[in-house]
């Protein structure tokens, strides 16, 4: 990137409804691959407290743990709570 240039960002608080979830939608099918967003809901409900409230960014690499642990995104096991309490900082 150039030195005057800065990233786009989107502000996903500002999106309208339809947009938020035609990107939603959009993010669903990057679902296991490098090119998911952190926007698209993929862990198992017994998560759903951990998950809530917590970054795209950080959303992001635990699928991205998950995935290099060779776990079902969606699946429920001590090594996938270990991976979220550990990247949601709640294992303290």
């Keep these: 990137m150039g030195e005057n240039r800065r990233p786009y ?3 996903l608080e500002t999106a309208s409804h339809k947009a938020y979830c035609t990107i939603s939608d959009i993010d669903r099918g990057f679902l296991g691959t490098k090119d998911y967003l952190g926007l698209a809901w993929f862990h198992a ?6 998950m809530r409230d917590i970054t795209l960014a950080k959303r992001k690499r635990i699928h991205n743990a998950l995935i290099k642990a060779e776990l079902d995104l969606d699946g429920i096991s001590p090594e996938h ?3 979220i309490l550990n990247i949601t900082g709640r294992n303290q």
């Design 45 to 50: 409900h017994e998560y759903r407290h951990y």
């Design 9 to 11: 960002v989107i502000n």
């Design 81 to 83: 709570e270990t991976i």
